[in-house]
């Protein structure tokens, strides 16, 4: 009887501990995409517009959330590699990304912000004002293809973080940078990088909305993404975190 019962304590301690893993969604997130990802250094943790959202999806639909750092450029291939089960990033909904991963509802629509030197005065209002100089972008982004196809540029360097791409812009030693817009605009506004400044008359060449991405045809996880969000955005939820990162 005694052997009966702690088998049984067992088996029911096993089932505890299956039900933990299987509720456990494993999330791909960058150290470097201030609002909407980023190292907080004050709890060495990964925080942020998308990770804050995630973690209210998470609440929302009884699953809890385990943030991995990784770079931008490896999150599609971690997930498609089954070490993550989604990615909370700034990474926009695009067609090719569409035919390998799936992605939710679009949560927030942006463009492409343009930066130089603060020291460079000349005013900046697409690729034309920049023929045959040497321009940055991060390593991933939708940004690159176009700039590289608009044969415009001298050269398209790729950097791996956007903070890599303005200290090459302070130093002189590419022309100008071309990263998410509300990323640039935050480390600008928080103090980082004073000798870079935005194109204020700058016209995006690409606009995108960022989502969300699982596994393709991972089709119950998209299913409760998308339930959140949609509840999110009846009830503020969405509101209250974008503003909370100075978006809205």
Same mark, same amino acid.
């Given at each position: 009887?005694?052997?009966? /019962?702690? &088998?049984?304590? &067992? /088996?029911?301690?096993?089932? +505890?501990?299956?039900? !933990? ?6 999330? +791909? /997130?960058?150290?470097? +995409? ?8 004050? !709890?060495?943790?990964? %925080? =942020? ?7 209210? #999806? ?25 070490? #993550? ?12 990304? &569409? ?7 679009? #949560? ?23 023929? +045959? ?16 196809? /608009? ?12 903070? $890599?791409?303005?200290?090459?812009? @302070? ?17 600008? %506004? ?5 000798? %870079? ?19 393709? =045809? ?15 955005? !009846? $009830?503020?939820?969405?509101?209250? #975190?974008?503003?909370?990162? @100075?978006?809205?």
């Amino acid at each position: 009887m005694f052997r009966l /019962s702690r &088998l049984l304590a &067992l /088996s029911l301690a096993f089932v +505890g501990l299956m039900a !933990t893993a299987q509720t456990t969604l494993r999330v +791909g /997130s960058t150290p470097t +995409g201030i609002p909407f990802t980023f190292l907080d250094t004050k !709890t060495n943790q990964i %925080s =942020g517009v998308m990770v804050d959202l995630i973690k209210e #999806i998470g609440k929302d639909q009884g699953f809890a959330v385990e943030i991995t750092p990784m770079s931008f450029s490896t999150l599609i291939a971690a997930l498609q590699a089954n070490k #993550i089960d989604a990615i909370a990033a700034a990474m926009y909904i695009t067609p090719p990304r &569409l035919e390998v991963v799936d992605f939710s509802d679009p #949560i927030y629509t942006y463009g492409d912000g343009l930066f130089v030197a603060a020291k460079d005065t000349k005013d900046y209002k697409g690729y034309e004002d920049l023929k +045959g100089e040497v321009v940055g972008a991060q390593i991933g982004t939708a940004y690159v293809k176009p700039m590289q196809d /608009s044969g415009m540029f001298k050269e398209v360097k790729v950097y791996d973080s956007i903070p $890599d791409i303005m200290r090459d812009v @302070n130093l002189g030693r590419i022309k100008a940078g071309f990263a998410d817009y509300p990323i640039v605009a935050y480390n600008l %506004s928080q103090g980082g990088f004073p000798d %870079s400044r935005l194109a204020k008359n700058y016209k995006p060449a690409v606009v995108g909305s960022v989502g969300i991405a699982v596994r393709k =045809g991972d089709k119950a996880t998209l299913d409760k993404v998308n339930a959140s969000l949609r509840k999110f955005k !009846t $009830d503020g939820t969405i509101d209250r #975190i974008l503003a909370r990162w @100075n978006l809205k």
